[in-house]
């Protein structure tokens, strides 16, 4: 090769791998690069699965530690930022069934919220860590409409919240004002040292419509689809 051509050949070359590398941030991670493993013992729902499964593939985490709520079922899955599941546990949530929040909300004293806008919101939040009024560390899911997620609070005893979340099934887990409660211990040892000291990604699945509908999530072909990869015990249902 004439030698006038190389040093230019070497930049043309360097280009090319700069740009591919760069492509590659921001191109799907092929399937086959993910560690699989089996998730038996671990009943998610099909909409838990899809919004998995397309949010890794997509890169809609932007790398962030995230949290799939399921509302049906009140089940909360939470993920490091390389999709293995840290831990999944029942939880309170909104007494009231829907996917809004009502405007201004968060503005009023909890005597003021009627019971039918008593929802927790469905969406996808950017968590934050933070403290309520009394000084409690909690997880903001979303500031403006005062939605958190905390440790569950058994101040009431007719409220039986801590029933609820050991009762076998969903159907009594609808009691807060729209804030998710989970047991200490979960949030002490998952949710706080994921979400404690920096953002996050929530996904709340929701209940009056598909979560393609809510967020643009698709099935991926069996050929494509990621196992969730399960540590060893977590806290469950």
Not at 7 to 27: E, F, I, Q
Request: net charge positive; hydrophobic share 40%; charged share 15%.
């Amino acid at each position: 090769m004439n030698t006038q051509f190389r040093p230019r050949l070497d930049c043309v070359c360097k280009a090319l791998a700069t740009g591919c590398a760069a492509l590659a941030l921001w191109l799907p991670v092929p399937v086959s690069a993910w560690q699989k493993a089996a998730v038996t013992g671990h009943p998610f729902s099909s909409e838990t699965a899809q919004v998995y499964h397309w949010a890794m593939y997509t890169g809609d985490t932007h790398g962030m530690p995230f949290v799939i709520l399921d509302k049906k079922n009140a089940t909360m899955l939470v993920f490091s930022a390389d999709g293995r599941l840290r831990g999944s546990t029942p939880v309170l949530i909104g007494s009231a069934i829907g996917d809004e929040s009502v405007q201004g909300l968060g503005e009023r004293e909890l005597s003021g919220i009627l019971p039918s806008e008593r929802t927790t919101p469905a969406g996808r939040f950017i968590s934050t860590p933070g403290r309520n009024s009394s000084g409690e560390d909690i997880v903001w899911v979303d500031y403006e409409a005062a939605v958190s997620m905390h440790r569950v609070r058994a101040k009431v005893a007719s409220e039986r919240r801590l029933q609820r979340l050991a009762s076998p099934t969903p159907d009594d887990n609808r009691i807060s004002f729209g804030c998710i409660n989970m047991p200490p211990v979960f949030y002490n040892t998952v949710v706080h040292p994921l979400l404690g000291n920096a953002r996050g990604v929530v996904y709340i699945l929701p209940e009056t419509r598909t979560a393609s509908a809510q967020f643009g999530s698709f099935d991926l072909p069996a050929s494509q689809a990621v196992a969730v990869a399960i540590p060893t015990a977590t806290q469950g249902r």
